[in-house]
C-alpha cells in the first residue's frame, strides 16, 4: 500500500452527503466510501433523531457513478454480534446482494453497525466475499492490519483544520 493514502468514509448513508459532501469529492476526485444499509427508512432509524433522510435508490446509483464507492453497512443496523447465525447471514450477505442488484456492481466493502464485531461477524464477513470492513476502533492503516478489522480516524463536527491536520498527517 502507497504511503500517505487516505478514503473518507461515511455510515449510514444520509442524504446530506449527497448534497453536502458528494460535490466536493467529485470534483476533487477524492476516494471515498459510502456504507449503506438497505432496510431502513429514516423515520424507523435506531437512536437518536436524525434530520436527513436516507439516500434514495437514484441517488446512491448517482454516487456510484461519481466515483463513490458504495459499500453495506447491513440490513437493518443491527447489533451483529447479538444476531442469531441466520439473521447474522442476512445482514451481512443479503445487504450485499440487495445493494449488488440494485446498483449492478459488486459490492466490496462492509462496515460493522455500531462498530461492533467479533471472530464470529468477521468470519461471516470474510465468507459473504467482502474485501475489506470498517471498524470503529481509532488508528491507522498499516501493512500488518487485517483488512476485515480496518481501524479509522474519526472526524467530528467540531473539529477544527488544525485538529484535522493534526490527527491525519501525525
Ligand atoms: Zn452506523
Redesign the pocket.
Known sequence: MPRRNVVITF??GFSDIYDHALPVLSARHIPAVVFATTDRQSSDWPGRHRPYPLLTRSQLREMTESGIDIGS?SRT?ARLTECSSDDLWNEVDGSKKILEDMLGREIRHFCY??GTFDERTVAAVRKAGYQTACTTVRGAVGADIDPLRLPRLTVGKRMGLFHFLRRVIL
Do not use: G, L, M, R
Request: aromatic share 16%; hydrophobic share 0%.
Open positions: 455510515d449510514d453497512h443496523h453497525p455500531y
